[in-house]
């Protein structure tokens, strides 16, 4: 029986010049956003918010995916070093206040669900459907493994193709910011540790990110 890379099951080929190239032909910009204290703004500030994203929104002649990764803070690093600090500390008081800090810290964490957050903007640029790859048959067919043969790029497609993309992403970051949140484009090295992530979550939690410069993942 052949053996099967993983590789196989991504929908994306590789990543270049801070671009995502999908095994289709598309092109995806992602954008790390702030975030909003919404829930500790008055009523107008609340209302200007969902007004101004509702401007925000209807602006767009082209899809974009927002998606909101949250993940369980793991403190051990953080509870290490403070035991560290405990064995370093001179006076007796200081090694009982550092001690009772760390048993508030570790019973607080393992009473409550303490989850980190980050939101991002996925802005889509693709050849064959343009700008308007609507309707229910074209949002099937975006579900479907494709050939890889169909991502075929060459310089000047990729060049053209980017260029097409960078100015939906300025105009997504002017949109964004105007509802009062700040955005950045990822990287390329940025782009791959995110997608390690998000497909090696046990590892990512213990820590054990590779060096991806060393194994020639980065190319920009």
Request: proline fraction near 3%.
């Amino acid at each position: 029986m052949p053996q099967v890379s993983t590789q196989n099951f991504l929908q994306f080929d590789f990543v270049r010049e801070g671009v995502v190239l999908l095994s289709g032909g598309g092109l995806r910009a992602i954008l790390m956003t702030s975030g909003s204290n919404f829930g500790l703004k008055s009523q107008e500030e609340q209302e200007a918010t969902v007004y101004a994203f509702q401007n925000f929104l209807n602006s767009l002649d082209f899809d974009v995916q927002i998606i909101v990764h949250s993940r369980k803070i793991d403190i051990e690093p953080y509870l290490a070093s403070l035991a560290e600090r405990l064995e370093q500390a001179d006076s007796e008081l200081l090694q009982v206040q550092t001690r009772e800090y760390i048993e508030f810290i570790r019973s607080f964490v393992e009473g409550a669900n303490i989850m980190a957050k980050q939101f991002f903007v996925v802005v889509p640029y693709d050849r064959a459907a343009g700008a308007k790859g609507k309707g229910l048959v074209a949002s099937a067919k975006a579900l479907l493994p494709v050939s890889k043969k169909a991502s075929a790029f060459t310089e000047q497609d990729f060049t053209a193709s980017r260029g097409q993309l960078m100015e939906r992403v300025e105009f997504v970051v002017q949109g964004l910011h105007k509802t009062g949140l700040r955005s950045t484009m990822l990287s390329t090295e940025e782009i791959i540790e995110l997608l390690w992530k998000l497909y090696n979550p046990e590892k990512d939690a213990k820590g054990q990110m590779p060096n991806f410069e060393e194994r020639g993942a980065v190319s920009d």
